[in-house]
Every structure is written in C-alpha cells, then in structure tokens.
C-alpha cells in the first residue's frame, strides 16, 4: 500500500507497522520515581555491573534490547535493522551495545529527540517494504552526560533552575511489519530551529520552538485538531520548555490541554531534586516504554502523538559562542483497543 | 514497484532514485591532489572565512549542499529530507549547517561510513515513497578531527606510518525519485564488527573485517560476482586496510582486482605526507561525489559498489581500554550510460 503525503514534512504510512515488543531499563534515581513500577529493569547503582558509566551505558541499551525482544518473541537474528544512537560523543552508547549483537545497524544521532528518530526511520523502512522487523533504541545517563556536556560529578557543581536532569535510562522498541500491537501511523520529520538561546542550562526554552514548528506542522498536514490526540507527548521540555510550548500555541488561539512531557512524568518533582524536570535521550525512550506503549495497549489512551525533542548542541559549540538548534520529530501512534477514530 | 529483499542485509529497491546533483568542498592539501580540478570549490586556507575549525566545517557543507542542488536544478525549499552526520561530537558539522536551511533533517552517525549511510538511508525513503527529494551528505575536516580525536595542532606530534589523514571535505548528493542521472539500485546495510584491533592510529586494520563481511554478503544476497563491477570502492581503508581487505578475499580464492578505496584516490601518496592515506567523512564523499558519480555519468563505469567504513571509536572508549567497532555499509551504483546489465 502506498505512502500518503498529506504535506512536505509529514507521511501517512500505507502499512503502519505494529509495536510488538518494547522495554525500559532505567537508573536508580528513575526507579524511585513515578514510573518505578514499569521499568523492566532498574539498577542499584547506576554502574550495570560496568566499570565505567560509559560502558554502563550500553549495558542498559543491551538490556533494553534483550528484555524488548523477549516480549516480542523475536530474536535478534530476525532483526533486518536496529536503529539506535545516544548523547555520547561519537554514540559509543549505541555502538558498543551492538558490537556482537550480528545486526544491521544504523546509528543515528538527533540529541534527545533520537528515539522519536529511530522509531520515525524504523517505521518508514518497515513500511516501505525493507524489511519486516526492526527495532528502535536510545539511551542516557546521567553520569556519563554530567562529565561529558558540565563537570565530572566530583566536582559537586551547584545546578540553575532551568537545569534539567538527565535520565539514566533505555528504552527499546521491536517493530514488526505483521503483527499486534500499538502502530506508527504517521510521521513528521523536523527541521532544525534555531531562536538563539545560548544558555545550556536551559534547554527547554532551546527546543521548545522546534516542538511548535513540528507539532504546529503535523496537525497542519494532517487536518487533526489537537483534540484528536488524548496526549500529545513532547520529549524533555521540562516545566519551563513546556510553558513556553503552551505560550506559543495560546497565542495561536489553541490551547493545548492534553500536553505532556516525558521530562515532567520520569521524576516526582515535589520529592526528587530535579529542577525543570528530566532530560536525555533516555528520558522519552524509557517514558514512551514504560507508559506509553502500556497505555496503548491497555486502550487507557487510543492515539498519542510522540515528539521527541532535541537540543543540536555540544560543549564546543557553546564555548564557541553558539546558540542552540533544536529539532522535533513526531511519530503518531495508535492504540490496539477496538473503537473509531476520534474526530 | 515493490522492494525486493534477496538477502537479510541487502534491498533491491524498487524505484531506484536518480542522483541528480552532487558537489564536493575540499581544503587546500586535497586541492593540491589528484581529484583538484574535480573539486566544485578548494579553500585557499581550509578555514572557509571561519572562526574556528568547527564552524569552517559547517560551512564546507552548507557550501557543498548549495553547489549539489544547484546542478540538481532543485532549490531547499522542494527537499523531503536531508540526511547528515560527521565526526564531530554531537555532529555539530551537520547540524550547524542546516540551521536556518528549513529542511526536514535526520541526522546521522556512522563515523566515516556516514556518506554512505545517508545515501542508503536517502534512497530507501525516496523507494519507499516518503518522498520525492532528498540530499544525503557528511563532512569531515582535518583540524576539527586532530584536536578532538587526537591532539591540537599545535603540540605537533608526530604521526604513526599506519596512521591516515583526515579529509577536509565536505560531499552532498542531490537524490531524485524522478530525474535522470546514476542511480542507487541496492542497499546493503553493515553489522557492527570488532575483531579487537586497538590501535586508534591503525583504523583501516579495524574497519577491513567490516569491509569484508559487508562486500562479502552484498555479493552472496545479490549473486554477483565481483567482476559485475566496473569498482568496488571502501571508504577509507587506507593501504594496510586495503592490503588486509584483498587477503580475507584471496583466502577464500577471490581476487578482488577491481578494488579501489577513496583513502588512495584522494591523495598522492608520492608527493604528499598522508601515511596510509585519507580518512575521515569527507573522505568518501568527497570521492563519491567527484570521482565517482562524474565517471558514472560519463560512462566511464557502468557499475560501481560504495562501500562506506566507518570505525566507531571514541576518545574515551579507546582511554577506557576498548577495542574498535567497525562497520561498512555499501550501495550499488548504476551508471546512466546506455548498455545492457553485464553478468
């Protein structure tokens, strides 16, 4: 069946693929938090049994990759593409997850929007007829992150209000070209929006004019009225980003009331030292997987539009004077629960 | 038309896209080689009117990108997709050159298999039917890479004869699913293979079992033999990547006799000082896009497989004691030159 090109940025894909199995692996911070009870695995120490925080990092995505095969009953060596990629310099988070895995594997690399990105390029593959099985994967964490963008840990560095925390956490998606469950519908691809913020510790406001083109772009192309959706799911907004979204949208005339964002929902903000909320790519990957996808599946929830959000940044490129380019990329997904589409 | 899937790894498409457009930027070394007169533009000090090394980067790219949708006829605004990625941490060359572009963007990471990657993954969404217009491109430049992968210019350390020379140079590749000009017909797309070679300044050695199994599958999944190739040409494996990759083949009785490797074709290894030859992103797609795709057009190859190798160390992984994942993802290439398939 073909593709539908309802606009330039967003696709309608004519065999939307079905989310067969998915996990989140999540640190020890996230599993005393909201979503504790969700996560297939969460670790006692942040360090997976690794000696770095790096190699730490891709033992979860490993993790996260087993437990979300297992699910779906799929072996790794059905698997005609793992798309996957992480905030560490030259995504060695994802590469070194892979290395023996005996996949075809993409790295992908869009800061914290990746896991929309993977599952984005994982759908339009599957669809398209490349393949029949698929699985999207990102990660973070929060000590790998700290060392590398800010200071090591040691150093004990007091944190600003607009700072986010870093979800230590993966979270991987099988998808499959036949088969039951949640499916990705349609696909937005974003464009990098630059309104020069400079500050690295305030990311939300860096990206949340990238969520406003994306989202403002889907609904467009789409003809859905933000009502369609009964979430509408930024990626790592936090507080600040996410009133700036709803700010940007009120002045549209459209308030929109089934906002969320994975950076609010990951950490219990009243008990967990987070300031704006959670970040990462980590941080919509293991949200989308331990609520989300459920959520879908359970028909608590019939159609979520998932818009991971990413800042284009690097510490080089602060220190060079630059501003902050973010990007959002939304993939519409649809619950297995019986009952029309909503109007 | 339908994809077809001889094989795991590899896709027939069934719309093969033209490549319409493509232009290369290099740095001055790289002009004062055998591809110079080829080149669209050669900086005069590889600074490209920039501040830093990181910035001249990104304008290597936005230049590379203007030139290639220039012969393409096509302007940014009729763009599906843009497909990028580079060395530097958080690919910072990609994304700062698409900022302000409004282009749908996906970036990528593949080390320097990257050129390759955005062309497969640029081809499969314009087969697919996501879209009618696509650029995939990558860069690399030699100043950036030095002070991030090994040591600022300055120190003037001396370099290993089993090191290579980072290409400064950026390559895009304007992709059409209608318009005339060499066409991507197959995709193989690369597992992630470390055999443990732990040398950093030794990356052809790490990235030729890469090499070999990728080739290897496209020819078994395809049932071509090497010779249904005009040139079966690596990324950037060097002479001793090269010389290794040739071995694995002659120990299974196969002389490839028409393998070639960008590595050796963008300098002179006579006159100027590059060790074990080129490297880096730009490397093959710089080649690509001066040599390689001119000669297909010209009907001076009627077939060549592009096989991207990337290595996808870090820094830190290799302080942290580890080995170097490699990966080489190749597509066929078929020359607009009348003439029927040759067996």
Same mark, same amino acid.
């Given at each position: 069946?073909?593709?539908?090109?309802?606009?330039?940025?967003?696709?309608?894909?004519?065999?939307?693929?079905?989310?067969?199995?998915?996990?989140?692996?999540?640190?020890?911070?996230?599993?005393?938090?909201?979503?504790?009870?969700?996560?297939?695995?969460?670790?006692?120490?942040?360090?997976?049994?690794?000696?770095?925080?790096?190699?730490?990092?891709?033992?979860?995505?490993?993790?996260?990759?087993?437990?979300?095969?297992?699910?779906?009953?799929?072996?790794?060596?059905?698997?005609?593409?793992?798309?996957?990629?992480?905030?560490?310099?030259?995504?060695?988070?994802?590469?070194?997850?892979?290395?023996?895995?005996?996949?075809?594997?993409?790295?992908?690399?869009?800061?914290?929007?990746?896991?929309?990105?993977?599952?984005?390029?994982?759908?339009?593959?599957?669809?398209?007829?490349?393949?029949?099985?698929?699985?999207?994967?990102?990660?973070?964490?929060?000590?790998? #992150?700290?060392?590398?963008? +800010? *200071?090591? %840990?040691?150093?004990?560095?007091?944190?600003?209000?607009?700072?986010?925390?870093? =979800? $230590?956490?993966?979270?991987?998606?099988?998808?499959?070209?036949?088969?039951?469950?949640?499916?990705?519908?349609?696909?937005?691809?974003?464009?990098?929006?630059?309104?020069?913020?400079?500050?690295?510790?305030?990311?939300?406001?860096?990206?949340?004019?990238? #969520?406003?083109?994306?989202? +403002? *772009?889907? %609904?467009?192309?789409?003809?859905?009225?933000?009502?369609?959706?009964?979430?509408? =799911? $930024?990626?790592?907004?936090?507080?600040?980003?996410?009133?700036?979204?709803?700010?940007?949208?009120?002045?549209?005339?459209?308030?929109?009331?089934?906002?969320?964002?994975?950076?609010?929902?990951?950490?219990?903000?009243?008990?967990?030292?987070?300031?704006?909320?959670?970040?990462?790519?980590?941080?919509?990957?293991?949200?989308?997987?331990?609520?989300?996808?459920?959520?879908?599946?359970?028909?608590?929830?019939?159609?979520?539009?998932?818009?991971?959000?990413?800042?284009?940044?690097?510490?080089?490129?602060?220190?060079?004077?630059?501003?902050?380019?973010?990007?959002?990329?939304?993939?519409?997904?649809?619950?297995?629960?019986?009952?029309?589409?909503?109007?």
């Amino acid at each position: 069946m073909e593709q539908k090109r309802p606009g330039r940025q967003t696709v309608a894909l004519g065999q939307p693929p079905a989310l067969t199995g998915w996990a989140s692996v999540a640190g020890k911070k996230e599993g005393e938090g909201p979503l504790a009870a969700q996560f297939q695995y969460v670790g006692a120490d942040d360090s997976f049994g690794e000696k770095s925080w790096e190699k730490a990092e891709s033992a979860m995505q490993r993790l996260a990759f087993s437990y979300a095969l297992d699910k779906a009953g799929v072996t790794a060596s059905e698997l005609d593409y793992v798309l996957s990629g992480d905030l560490l310099n030259q995504c060695i988070g994802s590469s070194f997850a892979m290395r023996g895995q005996e996949v075809p594997f993409y790295g992908l690399y869009g800061a914290c929007s990746t896991m929309a990105e993977s599952l984005s390029l994982g759908a339009m593959l599957l669809s398209g007829g490349f393949g029949r099985r698929a699985v999207a994967m990102s990660s973070s964490h929060f000590c790998s #992150a700290e060392r590398q963008y +800010r *200071t090591p %840990l040691e150093y004990g560095s007091q944190r600003t209000p607009t700072a986010q925390w870093t =979800v $230590t956490g993966a979270g991987a998606v099988v998808l499959e070209a036949e088969g039951t469950g949640p499916r990705v519908t349609h696909v937005t691809t974003g464009k990098i929006v630059d309104k020069g913020v400079k500050d690295p510790a305030n990311m939300g406001a860096a990206m949340a004019p990238a #969520a406003y083109d994306t989202i +403002r *772009t889907h %609904l467009a192309e789409t003809g859905r009225k933000p009502s369609f959706y009964d979430l509408i =799911v $930024t990626g790592d907004l936090g507080e600040l980003g996410r009133d700036i979204l709803l700010d940007f949208f009120h002045r549209d005339g459209v308030e929109l009331k089934n906002l969320s964002d994975c950076g609010l929902l990951v950490y219990d903000r009243e008990r967990q030292d987070v300031h704006c909320g959670g970040s990462g790519c980590g941080c919509s990957a293991v949200v989308l997987t331990s609520l989300l996808l459920p959520g879908l599946e359970q028909g608590r929830w019939k159609h979520i539009l998932f818009c991971g959000t990413g800042a284009l940044l690097s510490p080089t490129s602060t220190q060079q004077g630059e501003s902050i380019p973010g990007i959002c990329h939304a993939a519409a997904l649809e619950g297995t629960a019986r009952g029309g589409e909503r109007g």
